[in-house]
């Protein structure tokens, strides 16, 4: 876990409670729903809340520069678009803190220098693992990509349900929410924003 002084990019400085006052917010919740924190079914359940908060939120304690730090140099002058597609966001709605469910698509054009496919995907977790809005965490995946790696261009696509418009509020299923971030050619270059839309296949025209 995070201690203080360790700040995470995105990530505020703040004191954190100890487990047993989340513990204890817990079982407030609890009360707040209408029932006993006491009663024998729900003596576990803050624990494992607590528990569960640490992987949905495990984000806060990883660095998204320091993923990018280890890369390959010796491409033999590949300069062609790198294309990760439908890499799963797992992400919280920092209005409502329930799960924002979708994919993500992120994309670059290396200058000199690749990184590890996975790491684009830690990428992802770092910021989908947070309170959220989507704007956001498009644009903070593209931004960091851009500013580490100082690639000819990036496109980061996110595709994703929110649950605080199906299982509340409006209740509306089957509503895709799509965000979009591009730098550099991707940007300026409309061949190439064809290209990456093509190989992600088109997200923001599918009548699906
Ligand atoms: N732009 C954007 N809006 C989001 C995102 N996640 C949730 N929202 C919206 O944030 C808004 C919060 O609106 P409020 O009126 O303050 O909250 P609310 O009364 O719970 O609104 P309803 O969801 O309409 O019931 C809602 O319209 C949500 O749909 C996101 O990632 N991006
Ligand atoms: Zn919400």
Same mark, same amino acid.
């Given at each position: 876990?995070?201690?203080?002084?360790?700040?995470?990019?995105?990530?505020?400085?703040?004191?954190?409670? *100890?487990?047993?006052?989340? !513990?204890?917010?817990? #079982? @407030?919740?609890?009360?707040?729903? /209408?029932? +006993?924190?006491?009663?024998?079914?729900?003596?576990?359940?803050?624990?494992?809340?607590?528990?569960?908060?640490?992987?949905?939120?495990?984000?806060? *304690?990883?660095?998204?520069? !320091?993923?990018?730090? #280890? @890369?390959?140099?010796?491409?033999? /002058?590949? +300069?062609?678009?790198?294309?990760?597609?439908?890499?799963?966001?797992?992400?919280?709605?920092?209005?409502?803190?329930?799960?924002?469910?979708?994919?993500?698509?992120?994309?670059?054009?290396?200058?000199? #220098?690749?990184?590890?496919?996975?790491?684009?995907?830690?990428?992802?977790?770092?910021?989908?693992?947070?309170?959220?809005?989507?704007?956001?965490?498009?644009?903070?995946?593209?931004?960091?990509?851009?500013?580490?790696?100082?690639?000819?261009?990036?496109?980061?696509?996110?595709?994703?349900?929110?649950?605080?418009?199906?299982?509340?509020?409006?209740?509306?299923?089957?509503?895709?929410?799509?965000?979009?971030?591009?730098?550099?050619?991707?940007?300026?270059?409309?061949?190439?924003?064809?290209?990456?839309?093509?190989?992600?296949?088109?997200?923001?025209?599918?009548?699906?």
């Amino acid at each position: 876990m995070r201690g203080p002084g360790h700040s995470r990019r995105g990530a505020p400085d703040i004191v954190r409670p *100890s487990r047993a006052e989340a !513990e204890e917010a817990v #079982r @407030t919740l609890i009360r707040w729903a /209408g029932d +006993d924190p006491a009663r024998e079914g729900l003596l576990g359940t803050p624990d494992r809340v607590v528990r569960s908060y640490e992987e949905f939120f495990a984000g806060y *304690s990883i660095d998204p520069v !320091e993923l990018l730090q #280890r @890369t390959f140099e010796e491409t033999d /002058g590949y +300069d062609e678009m790198v294309v990760l597609r439908d890499i799963r966001v797992e992400s919280y709605c920092e209005h409502h803190m329930v799960p924002i469910i979708g994919k993500a698509h992120v994309a670059y054009l290396p200058r000199h #220098r690749v990184v590890g496919i996975s790491k684009l995907a830690r990428l992802v977790e770092a910021y989908g693992k947070r309170l959220q809005i989507q704007e956001k965490m498009t644009a903070q995946i593209a931004n960091t990509i851009d500013e580490v790696l100082q690639p000819e261009g990036v496109a980061v696509v996110i595709e994703a349900q929110h649950q605080c418009m199906t299982t509340r509020g409006v209740h509306k299923t089957g509503v895709t929410m799509v965000t979009s971030r591009m730098l550099g050619a991707f940007r300026t270059d409309p061949s190439t924003r064809r290209e990456f839309l093509t190989m992600i296949g088109n997200p923001s025209s599918r009548a699906d």
